[in-house]
């Protein structure tokens, strides 16, 4: 067998502990190394968290012949500037979602990622999972028909002021946090880039936005809508509507006996009994890491968002903010 890939952590970010606590177990991966602003940061996360090595600034990280890959989950404005510097220590990337703060960032880090010739992708948990692959199959196999209208939704509330997500400076909103995995979603499902969309917002004392709806128009005539916020109670949901049955799910990023997720059909008309697909229970930080370390050893095929996606939904989440700053213009996408 293969040794473990040896992941480096670029931060002690509280994602960074369920990514690791994700791993226990695998063969496939482990997290052999975290890097912080400060070494007892850095160690404090190490002891707590059964990291073997801390270390006390991210380049130090870079610079470890011991560190294969890094995982990078710092705040959403330092995505761009540390995955290209890990790029260039000759580190492949698995970078933390959003990739960036714009599809310009997103098209750079990429482009880094071909120049020194090392895999980047971006890390989105639920789309390493199994749910995730058979709703895929389900919308595009045409065995639904063509899917018409798609809305997803992800909201949660967010109480501490203090919070990163509410920092304009750190690429904080609603939308760049949970409203990416929504976009995201719809991207996948409809398997083409959309044309226009508009948005509504509101706005929070910072500057970022708070709650946020979006509608998708595509040139094959689907339309969509996203919505995400941090003012309501905990919400994940998406339905996908075809032109011979509607599909529900909650494009959950972990399965758990707790939480199985869902993932129903209905086929046909008005008193349709659901049919509840079940999976088997997984972590996603763990299918995704390793998924990336598939990638990196030549074992298997990378099962998440790929390059050219996630520069496309970049493209949809900057024309989604540029709309809602411009009181719902429809912007054009291309």
């Not at 639920?126 to 389900?138: F, K």
């Not at 046909?268 to 930080?285: I, K, Q, Y």
């Amino acid at each position: 067998m293969m040794e473990p890939l040896r992941l480096g952590i670029l931060s002690s970010a509280n994602i960074a502990r369920h990514l690791v606590a994700g791993l226990a177990g695998s063969d496939k991966v482990t997290a052999v190394a975290v890097a912080s602003r400060s070494a007892e940061t850095a160690q404090a996360f190490a002891d707590k968290n059964g990291v073997a090595r801390a270390l006390g600034s991210y380049e130090e990280l870079l610079a470890d012949p011991a560190v294969e890959a890094v995982y990078n989950p710092l705040p959403n404005s330092l995505h761009a500037e540390w995955t290209i510097k890990a790029l260039e220590a000759g580190k492949p990337v698995l970078c933390e979602k959003p990739i960036g703060l714009s599809a310009e960032q997103a098209r750079a880090m990429f482009a880094a990622a071909e120049r020194t010739g090392l895999p980047l992708r971006e890390a989105y948990p639920y789309r390493a999972q199994p749910q995730t692959h058979r709703l895929t199959e389900l919308v595009r196999g045409g065995d639904l028909g063509r899917p018409r209208i798609i809305q997803a939704a992800f909201g949660f509330p967010v109480a501490n002021p203090a919070n990163i997500r509410l920092d304009p400076a750190l690429g904080g909103g609603a939308l760049l946090d949970a409203g990416c995995y929504a976009v995201s979603l719809i991207r996948l499902l409809a398997g083409e880039q959309a044309a226009e969309v508009s948005a509504q917002a509101n706005w929070t004392d910072r500057g970022v936005d708070g709650l946020l709806t979006a509608n998708l128009r595509f040139p094959s005539g689907l339309l969509a809508q996203a919505a995400c916020a941090f003012g309501t109670a905990i919400h994940r949901r998406a339905i996908i509507a075809c032109e011979g049955g509607v599909i529900r799910t909650d494009f959950l990023n972990h399965l758990t006996d707790a939480d199985p997720g869902v993932l129903e059909v209905a086929r046909g008309g008005w008193e349709v009994t659901p049919e509840r697909l079940d999976f088997p229970r997984a972590n996603g930080f763990r299918l995704e890491a390793e998924s990336f370390a598939d990638l990196l050893r030549g074992t298997g095929a990378w099962t998440g968002i790929g390059p050219a996606e996630s520069i496309e939904v970049m493209e949809l989440l900057d024309a989604v903010i540029a709309s809602a700053r411009d009181g719902g213009r429809p912007v054009a996408i291309g």
